[in-house]
């Protein structure tokens, strides 16, 4: 199962399996930091790069309040199967993951089926 399958695979009649091979980069966040995020639309003027700005130094204040809690994520990317790059996070847990390393390879499993109706 080492070998990389962006074609789908007939697992039954109702349902499709694709596989890739990524890479994924693990580090620490501070719980809460998801809250503090720059929008395309908070650089559209100045006024709306000011009201980012605060909103995001009030997600700063409130994390800071709760204490430092730190959780491990790791940012995983892979190339679909039209060749677009994707990118999305995975919550490995408050306690270190067992990797020796900050790079580690990823394999993305994508099941797509449709829901039984009863």
Aim: aromatic share 6%.
């Amino acid at each position: 199962m080492n070998e990389k399958s962006d074609e789908p695979r007939q697992l039954s009649e109702n349902k499709k399996l694709a596989i890739f091979e990524g890479e994924a980069r693990v580090g620490e966040v501070m719980q809460g930091i998801q809250a503090i995020q720059l929008r395309p639309e908070d650089l559209s003027s100045p006024i709306a790069l000011q009201m980012a700005l605060s909103r995001m130094y009030e997600a700063v204040m409130k994390m800071l309040e709760s204490g430092p809690k730190k959780r491990y994520i790791a940012e995983v990317r892979f190339t679909d199967s039209l060749g677009n790059p994707v990118s999305f996070a995975v919550d490995l847990g408050e306690s270190p993951p067992p990797f020796s390393k900050d790079k580690v390879r990823a394999r993305i499993i994508i099941e797509i089926f449709e829901e039984e109706e009863n």
